[in-house]
């Protein structure tokens, strides 16, 4: 159980803007952190410095309280499990996982137990002798897994671990991840650029955006408390709605919204399209809308509304009533709105 | 029901790649062939031109039987080793060196692939120049006065080890087989090494364990083509050998050129040898590359 802390980070690379600028972050003991971002927002280099593969220009990185900062890689204790598996392919699957016991002087014996043992935790066992070729995307993924896990690194890192997959196998590793996670307890941090595989995996999100930290927390805090409109967006919001916010009554063009807490500096609400929903008699936070298209989504419905210039999505488990052209209320529930 | 039959039907497209092929191959056929053939035949003591007409085995017993020749295959196979072992050595390490980003990378890469394209021939003038006692360096040493004559200087060229032979070997070969040993790794990139770090492993276990596998077939397939080269390369030897023993294709050569015809079949002999040790080795080099390019 190891704590990780980044003060002031920043990263250059030759002849590039920041990768990292004064990135300052901690990562809790034996929870499962996931750098999320875009491409190019210096997710990977931030795994790439707690690994020891990069020095940053300046500031610290401490494994409980303790600079890690010129220790180099191989005795760092951060594992790292690269996205395109980087499984040896002149090595047996069996010695892919033993690799890191033997940098480490194990006897051989010792080690080709642990690593068949490792195997057996990822559903390969049995697979020791195979050539990494004979295997498929998804137990390349998971000996390039057993292979760091066998280690019992302090940190594991995981980059990308599941945008290689398709659904099945995603969700099939991601239970594995969480269950050997759990099992081992070891810090972990995921870096991806896909909001879903950050929400479904971890614990807790640190967003990224141009190398730098735009929003920490619980996954569900970036669907109901986006920091801002860019966050709302990253993680599918289409609702934008002006106003001003005067108290807790937020004035917009369309009509009032109510919202929970008042605050200052803010000209926008959003509400994600789940939230909407049809208004069965006129309220507050009402809009009279108009249905202009509704699609079956094959696990819900999409409905596109337009209220005089502003165009609005919700969806919907169940079908409309409603054919497309014909108006209805909207109801914009109070704790639903987020105001940036 | 009627099933799928493969059909049988004469097509030009079927000929069209030998066809194309042919005047090229034609050429070859009769130059090379040909020439291997009158060797062979010569090397089995068909030799018309002093009368003898039939064939025998007599000129192969000669030279197995003949001192001078292991002599030679022993210093050829030196050669060709040390020649072999030290450039590719030489080049790992710079490859090693030239992949790293630092200033004047460009420049620097560019010097060490420059020798690629220059002739041999050029090579072992340099080293003459260079290395013999009348050469540059003994020059240099007598002027500071280190030796009093450049007689002193050791003898570095046309010497026992055949130290000049292999200088040029090595002054040659280094870029080429240094110049794959670096598109590997330009190609490959750092990420099975960091992968390896991560894993714990130092420095040293990381070339050993992950850059050297990664590195090998390129440096298996440019070493035994650099071997085969050395091993029946005439014209270096010929110029920075001793006369006796000299490497197996000056011998050959000698015993062709000897005013003694009845050695012709025994020149031919030597030269089928060098010839047959190349093919193995191609052979060799052919067998592994295919087996590393199907695993």
């Given at each position: 159980m190891t704590t990780v802390q980044l003060s002031s980070i920043t990263k250059t690379y030759q002849g590039s803007d920041f990768a990292v600028r004064n990135f300052d972050l901690t990562i809790p003991s034996g929870k499962i952190t996931a750098l999320l971002?875009?491409?190019?927002?210096?997710k990977s280099t931030l795994l790439k410095l707690i690994a020891g593969l990069l020095t940053p220009d300046s500031g610290d990185i401490t494994f409980d309280d303790v600079s890690v900062i010129s220790t180099p890689a191989e005795s760092r204790g951060a594992v790292m499990a690269f996205q395109n598996n980087l499984v040896f392919p002149w090595m047996s699957v069996g010695e892919n996982v033993a690799f890191g016991l033997k940098m480490r002087g194990v006897p051989k014996k010792q080690r080709q137990q642990q690593a068949a043992e490792m195997l057996e935790l990822v559903q390969l066992g049995g697979f020791n002798n195979r050539k990494p070729t004979e295997l498929s995307g998804g137990q390349q993924q998971r000996v390039s897994l057993a292979r760091a896990l066998v280690t019992q690194p302090k940190v594991l890192l995981l980059d990308e671990p599941l945008s290689n997959l398709d659904a099945h196998l995603r969700d099939e590793m991601r239970t594995l991840i969480q269950g050997l996670q759990h099992k081992f307890e070891i810090t972990t941090i995921v870096v991806t650029h896909d909001q879903e595989e950050a929400v479904i995996l971890a614990d807790q999100i640190a967003l990224l955006f141009d190398g730098e930290l735009h929003q920490l927390g619980q996954p569900s805090t970036f669907y109901q408390q986006p920091a801002s409109r860019r966050i709302a967006e990253f993680f599918g919001g289409t609702n934008f709605i002006p106003g001003t916010l005067i108290g807790t009554d937020f004035r917009t063009i369309y009509g009032d919204f109510t919202v929970r807490e008042p605050r200052t500096g803010v000209s926008h609400f959003t509400i994600r399209p789940e939230r909407i929903q049809v208004a069965q008699a006129l309220s507050a936070n009402c809009l009279m809308a108009t249905l202009v298209e509704s699609t079956f989504m094959g696990t819900h419905y999409r409905h596109q509304w337009q209220v005089e210039t502003l165009a609005l999505v919700s969806t919907s488990v169940a079908p409309l009533t409603l054919a497309v052209g014909e108006e209805t209320l909207l109801y914009f529930p109070s704790d639903a709105l987020t105001c940036f | 029901m009627s099933a799928l039959q493969p059909r049988s039907r004469f097509t030009w497209e079927r000929f069209r790649i030998p066809l194309l092929l042919a005047p090229a191959l034609s050429v070859i056929l009769l130059l090379f062939g040909g020439g291997l053939l009158l060797t062979l035949s010569q090397s089995f003591g068909?030799?018309?031109?002093?009368g003898k007409t039939e064939f025998s085995l007599a000129a192969w017993q000669a030279i197995f039987q003949r001192g001078e020749f292991w002599q030679s295959l022993f210093l050829t196979l030196w050669i060709g080793g040390v020649a072999t072992l030290t450039s590719t050595i030489l080049a790992i390490l710079c490859a090693l060196t030239l992949r790293k980003q630092f200033r004047g990378k460009k420049a620097i890469t560019f010097l060490f692939q420059l020798n690629i394209p220059i002739p041999h021939i050029v090579g072992a003038i340099g080293i003459l120049l260079l290395?013999?006692?009348?050469g540059l360096i003994a020059r240099l040493a007598n002027l500071a006065g280190m030796i009093n004559d450049p007689a002193q200087f050791p003898a570095l060229v046309n010497d026992r080890y055949a130290f000049g032979i292999i200088a040029e070997y090595v002054w040659k070969e280094t870029c080429f087989i240094g110049t794959i040993v670096l598109a590997t790794l330009q190609s490959v990139g750092e990420d099975y090494e960091n992968a390896a770090a991560s894993l714990g492993a130092n420095r040293w276990q990381r070339f050993r364990y992950v850059t050297l596998p990664l590195i090998m077939p390129g440096v298996l397939t440019a070493s035994i083509l650099v071997f085969a080269f050395a091993f029946g390369a005439f014209e270096i030897p010929f110029l920075l050998g001793r006369r006796f023993p000299s490497a197996l294709s000056v011998l050959a050569w000698r015993s062709y050129t000897d005013t003694d015809l009845a050695l012709r079949p025994e020149a031919m002999a030597m030269s089928l040898f060098i010839a047959l040790v190349s093919t193995g080795l191609i052979l060799l080099y052919m067998t592994i590359s295919r087996k590393l390019v199907r695993e």
């Open positions: 971002g875009p491409s190019g927002s210096g | 068909y030799l018309p031109i002093i290395f013999s006692q009348s």
